[in-house]
């Protein structure tokens, strides 16, 4: 069958790892969507509590004979959730055609129903043909009961950055929320030609930084799910510089591992593009992305001398209070 007249499939990449309290009610917004989804591949990734005896209820109780196709694999380590991505996807896309779509999904939100008909229908007004794309979405961030805690994940800078686009800040600091993803083919291909790698922070940080240099970033200002925080989060919705809890120390500890997953990010574009361009160029491509992103690792510092002050004006109180 040629691709022409092949039909479109819908995917979820699902990765949990001790997940059962909060899988099945992921699960049933797959299934409530107004858009059908064909196919759930859930990677379980060592878990030792009862979510694989809630995946297995989920698919019993709420398929029916008429929902997606549930595809399960148990994998026996857990290696952590951005190699689990990794791996999930690189299984993944010998298992696609080149005109499907891959859905990203975490192990505790839950979609709204229309997420899936908004995000394809955005897609397929905005697809080029041969360029790796990737759509995403806000969200509605809620806590452990889906309690509404902010209508928005991003406050009102960060929202003109993904409307605009005026900004490297758009691009390589972390904008991109994992679950709220979707892939062509095209972008699914590239991703799982990836290694992993442990300057990687974030699987969504570094995806979305990848493809906006070599593909096309779609922002939907939609809130398409809900966003829920809880203990087990793995970094919750980050409120800007996500160091406001953080001493200073660990703050540059970050801005460092931040520079070191920009460099990467560079030396993975240069050679995606090491087809195209030779070496000689590629060296002078890297110097140019660096630049274009010193601006980015300025503010990183600038905001880290803040958090200093900060700090420091928090200890003088303490300690005229001790007096």
């Given at each position: 069958?040629?691709?022409?007249?092949?039909?479109?499939k819908l995917h979820i990449l699902l990765c949990s790892h001790n997940g059962g309290k909060y899988i099945y009610a992921q699960l049933k917004?797959?299934?409530?969507?107004?858009?059908?989804?064909?196919?759930?591949?859930?990677?379980?990734?060592?878990s030792k509590d009862n979510t694989r005896d809630e995946i297995l209820r989920a698919i019993e109780t709420l398929t029916a004979g008429t929902?997606?196709?549930?595809?399960?694999?148990?994998i026996a380590h857990a290696p952590g959730v951005t190699q689990s991505f990794f791996l999930a996807l690189r299984d993944l896309v010998g298992?696609?055609?080149?005109?499907?779509?891959?859905?990203?999904?975490?192990?505790?939100?839950?979609?709204?129903?229309?997420?899936?008909?908004?995000?394809?229908?955005?897609?397929?007004?905005?697809?080029?043909?041969?360029?790796?794309?990737?759509?995403?979405?806000?969200?509605?961030?809620?806590?452990?009961?889906?309690?509404?805690?902010?209508?928005?994940?991003?406050?009102?800078?960060?929202?003109?950055?993904?409307?605009?686009?005026?900004?490297?800040?758009?691009?390589?600091?972390?904008?991109?929320?994992?679950?709220?993803?979707?892939?062509?083919?095209?972008?699914?291909?590239?991703?799982?030609?990836?290694?992993?790698?442990?300057?990687?922070?974030?699987?969504?940080?570094?995806?979305?930084?990848?493809?906006?240099?070599?593909?096309?970033?779609?922002?939907?200002?939609?809130?398409?799910?809900?966003?829920?925080?809880?203990?087990?989060?793995?970094?919750?919705?980050?409120?800007?510089?996500?160091?406001?809890?953080?001493?200073?120390?660990?703050?540059?500890?970050?801005?460092?591992?931040?520079?070191?997953?920009?460099?990467?990010?560079?030396?993975?574009?240069?050679?995606?593009?090491?087809?195209?361009?030779?070496?000689?160029?590629?060296?002078?491509?890297?110097?140019?992305?660096?630049?274009?992103?010193?601006?980015?690792?300025?503010?990183?510092?600038?905001?880290?001398?803040?958090?200093?002050?900060?700090?420091?004006?928090?200890?003088?109180?303490?300690?005229?209070?001790?007096?």
């Amino acid at each position: 069958m040629s691709e022409a007249n092949r039909r479109k499939k819908l995917h979820i990449l699902l990765c949990s790892h001790n997940g059962g309290k909060y899988i099945y009610a992921q699960l049933k917004s797959f299934c409530d969507q107004k858009r059908q989804i064909d196919s759930v591949h859930i990677y379980d990734f060592g878990s030792k509590d009862n979510t694989r005896d809630e995946i297995l209820r989920a698919i019993e109780t709420l398929t029916a004979g008429t929902g997606p196709i549930f595809h399960l694999n148990y994998i026996a380590h857990a290696p952590g959730v951005t190699q689990s991505f990794f791996l999930a996807l690189r299984d993944l896309v010998g298992k696609l055609n080149t005109c499907d779509l891959v859905f990203i999904s975490d192990q505790d939100d839950v979609w709204m129903d229309i997420k899936t008909e908004v995000m394809v229908d955005v897609f397929e007004k905005s697809e080029k043909k041969g360029v790796p794309t990737l759509v995403h979405h806000d969200v509605l961030v809620v806590d452990e009961c889906l309690n509404q805690i902010a209508d928005s994940y991003y406050n009102k800078r960060q929202l003109a950055l993904l409307l605009n686009n005026p900004s490297p800040l758009n691009k390589h600091f972390g904008l991109v929320i994992g679950h709220t993803m979707l892939l062509d083919y095209e972008a699914v291909k590239i991703i799982a030609s990836l290694e992993y790698d442990e300057r990687i922070l974030m699987y969504d940080w570094y995806w979305g930084c990848i493809i906006s240099e070599v593909g096309d970033i779609k922002f939907v200002n939609q809130k398409l799910s809900k966003y829920r925080q809880h203990d087990n989060n793995i970094l919750g919705a980050r409120s800007g510089s996500g160091t406001n809890s953080a001493g200073f120390i660990d703050f540059v500890k970050y801005t460092r591992a931040v520079a070191n997953q920009l460099v990467l990010c560079c030396h993975t574009i240069s050679r995606l593009s090491s087809k195209k361009i030779n070496k000689r160029h590629t060296s002078f491509r890297e110097y140019v992305f660096l630049v274009k992103n010193i601006r980015s690792i300025k503010i990183l510092a600038l905001r880290a001398l803040v958090d200093l002050q900060t700090l420091l004006i928090m200890r003088r109180r303490k300690r005229r209070d001790i007096r």
